[in-house]
């Protein structure tokens, strides 16, 4: 146990601040595919699923939605804004139609028609919605749009405005931003961005391959993208940014320098971008576990963790525990190793236990709200449905160590996925029902059906010729059906 110690020990002296890989990271991430009123498009949502995947490998605390209505776009929207506050780098990827309208551009959800010029106003969402949200709580935008595919819709909308659909431009307009964004389009300004016939679009296939290059700022990435788009389209579509960055943004850790030869262990904490604040909760949360099964979630979690070598060590001393204790030849007796705590490593944020606590319950299938640490009813509840579910027995529905420890060792989903009744399952998440084609309805022709009746009871009828008050018989072709006598 005495190793235990020192390795800590070590660790805790490599435990330095990093400004660069430190920092809070959040993303929104939106595709919509299934559109309802035009033809669906093949690859958005494939391209939001895949993004998803990749930012939250690199340490994205990631807001995502496929193939929604406005109203479900207006709320995910609203989750990211909360998650925004104390972030360093923020994110959207968009991939879905857009259209600019007087030089404004909008993102359009999968229940639009824009049958009027007004419709833009009620049925869209303006890009600077989401821009404005994030240049005034992120030190650091990125917006990345993969919006400027051809558009039914706003050819629709052009022939109904007539002379006034000099307006509608096509593709996106140009973005003006402040200090510290940078907007990245799939194609220059004006101008229509492939869909794509594989899985991704030549824009999001791009992205999805360089985005995880280290030694790279993302301008080094999207300059690999634009030239992989460009040997793609043949030329066609050429991916462009407007920047306003003051530095370098990594979204992959840059290699260390190597450093000269020592006894000591590695001084890189993680090989990848990571949250160190939850990390530290995570870590204190399950380290004092005398099980292997609790203690590995730490490393599962954070595979290159400062306190991976001490979780390692931590867990083979556990599963020692586990077997028979050695005899004691002096005492006959069986006699236990001694147990020595393992400090707590210092935590700065005293939100990162109910951020931690947000991230496990999400990924059991309890769903918290937003992941910011601001540990309100909903996330209560969420605690309270897993316990019931595990019959777990917590002290306090707060969030706590205990809690993080109990949530983090589920490996398999806890909570049943619960959609509105305007949504349905796909892939594990809620996304808007397709809109059912309406059935026309039956018309009943009352007049034949009368000259059917007339015709079969015999009779006289008045006749069709109403100005003359004319009876012929009711079988008669020129009868109305409606019976003089």
Same mark, same amino acid.
């Given at each position: 146990?005495?190793?235990?110690?020192?390795?800590?020990?070590?660790?805790?002296?490599?435990?330095?601040?990093?400004?660069?890989?430190?920092?809070?990271?959040?993303?929104?991430?939106?595709?919509?595919?299934a559109?309802q009123?035009?033809?669906?498009?093949?690859?958005?949502?494939?391209?939001?699923?895949?993004?998803?995947?990749?930012?939250?490998?690199?340490?994205?605390?990631?807001?995502?939605?496929?193939?929604?209505?406005?109203?479900?776009?207006?709320?995910?929207?609203?989750?990211?804004?909360v998650?925004?506050?104390?972030?360093?780098?923020?994110?959207?990827?968009?991939?879905?139609?857009?259209?600019?309208?007087?030089?404004?551009?909008?993102?359009?959800?999968?229940?639009?028609?824009?049958?009027?010029?007004?419709d833009v106003?009620?049925?869209t969402?303006?890009?600077?919605?989401?821009?404005?949200?994030?240049?005034?709580?992120?030190?650091?935008?990125?917006?990345?749009?993969?919006?400027?595919?051809?558009?039914p819709?706003?050819?629709?909308?052009?022939?109904?405005?007539?002379?006034?659909?000099?307006?509608?431009?096509?593709?996106?307009?140009?973005?003006?931003?402040?200090?510290?964004?940078?907007?990245?389009?799939?194609?220059q300004?004006?101008?229509?961005?492939?869909?794509?016939?594989?899985?991704?679009?030549?824009?999001?296939?791009?992205?999805?391959?360089?985005?995880?290059?280290?030694?790279?700022?993302?301008?080094?990435?999207?300059v690999?993208?634009?030239?992989?788009?460009?040997?793609?389209?043949?030329?066609t579509? *050429?991916?462009?940014?407007?920047? &306003?960055?003051? =530095? @370098?943004?990594?979204?992959?850790?840059?290699? /260390?320098?190597? +450093?000269? $030869?020592?006894?000591?262990?590695?001084?890189?904490?993680?090989?990848?971008?990571?949250?160190?604040?939850?990390?530290?909760?995570?870590?204190?949360?399950?380290?004092?576990?005398?099980?292997?099964?609790?203690?590995?979630?730490?490393?599962?979690?954070?595979?290159?963790?400062?306190?991976?070598?001490?979780?390692?060590?931590?867990?083979?001393?556990?599963?020692?525990?586990?077997?028979?204790?050695?005899?004691?030849?002096q005492?006959?007796?069986?006699?236990?190793?001694?147990?020595?705590?393992?400090?707590?490593?210092?935590?700065?944020?005293?939100?990162?236990?109910?951020?931690?606590?947000?991230?496990?319950?999400?990924? *059991?299938?309890?769903?918290?709200? &937003?992941?910011? =640490? @601001?540990?309100?009813?909903?996330?209560?509840? /969420?605690?309270? +449905?897993? $316990?019931?579910?595990t019959?777990?027995?917590?002290?306090?529905?707060?969030?706590?160590?205990?809690?993080?420890?109990?949530?983090?060792?589920?490996?398999?989903?806890?909570?049943?996925?619960?959609?509105g009744?305007?949504?349905?399952?796909?892939?594990g998440?809620?996304?808007?029902?397709?809109?059912?084609?309406?059935?026309?309805?039956?018309?009943?022709?009352?007049?034949?059906?009368?000259?059917?009746?007339?015709?079969?009871?015999?009779?006289?009828?008045?006749?069709?010729d109403?100005?003359n008050?004319?009876?012929?018989?009711?079988?008669?072709?020129?009868?109305?059906?409606?019976?003089?006598?």
């Amino acid at each position: 146990m005495a190793y235990i110690i020192a390795v800590f020990c070590a660790l805790m002296l490599l435990w330095q601040p990093t400004a660069a890989f430190a920092d809070k990271r959040v993303a929104l991430v939106i595709g919509n595919s299934a559109y309802q009123n035009t033809s669906e498009l093949r690859n958005p949502s494939n391209d939001a699923s895949d993004m998803t995947a990749v930012l939250t490998r690199l340490g994205f605390q990631v807001t995502d939605g496929r193939d929604l209505d406005k109203r479900a776009m207006e709320r995910t929207i609203r989750q990211f804004g909360v998650a925004l506050e104390g972030a360093d780098i923020a994110l959207f990827f968009y991939a879905g139609h857009g259209i600019q309208v007087g030089g404004q551009n909008h993102l359009i959800p999968i229940d639009a028609r824009l049958a009027s010029e007004g419709d833009v106003d009620f049925e869209t969402l303006p890009l600077s919605l989401v821009l404005k949200q994030m240049e005034r709580e992120a030190k650091t935008s990125l917006v990345l749009l993969d919006a400027c595919r051809d558009n039914p819709l706003a050819r629709n909308l052009a022939r109904t405005m007539g002379t006034r659909a000099i307006t509608i431009g096509t593709g996106l307009a140009e973005v003006k931003t402040g200090i510290g964004t940078l907007i990245g389009f799939s194609t220059q300004p004006g101008n229509v961005a492939a869909d794509g016939v594989g899985r991704n679009s030549p824009y999001a296939g791009a992205l999805l391959k360089h985005i995880e290059s280290p030694n790279k700022d993302v301008s080094g990435i999207l300059v690999d993208v634009r030239n992989d788009v460009l040997k793609a389209t043949n030329g066609t579509q *050429v991916p462009w940014e407007h920047t &306003s960055l003051t =530095g @370098q943004v990594y979204f992959h850790e840059p290699a /260390a320098v190597p +450093a000269e $030869a020592s006894s000591g262990p590695p001084a890189s904490p993680s090989g990848r971008n990571y949250d160190k604040e939850m990390e530290i909760a995570f870590w204190n949360a399950v380290k004092d576990s005398k099980s292997p099964v609790v203690l590995k979630t730490y490393l599962d979690r954070f595979p290159k963790g400062t306190f991976a070598g001490l979780a390692r060590v931590l867990m083979e001393e556990a599963d020692k525990g586990t077997r028979a204790p050695a005899a004691d030849p002096q005492a006959g007796t069986a006699t236990p190793a001694p147990s020595v705590p393992v400090p707590a490593a210092p935590a700065k944020d005293p939100r990162a236990l109910a951020r931690a606590l947000q991230t496990e319950l999400k990924r *059991v299938g309890c769903d918290p709200g &937003s992941i910011d =640490g @601001q540990w309100g009813r909903k996330a209560e509840e /969420a605690l309270s +449905a897993f $316990a019931r579910q595990t019959k777990t027995t917590l002290t306090s529905s707060e969030a706590s160590q205990e809690a993080l420890q109990a949530v983090a060792a589920q490996q398999r989903r806890v909570c049943a996925l619960i959609c509105g009744g305007d949504e349905m399952e796909r892939d594990g998440k809620c996304v808007a029902k397709p809109t059912a084609a309406r059935r026309k309805p039956q018309v009943v022709d009352s007049v034949q059906k009368r000259r059917k009746e007339g015709a079969s009871s015999g009779g006289m009828c008045w006749s069709n010729d109403r100005r003359n008050m004319a009876v012929v018989p009711c079988s008669d072709s020129s009868s109305s059906g409606q019976r003089a006598y």
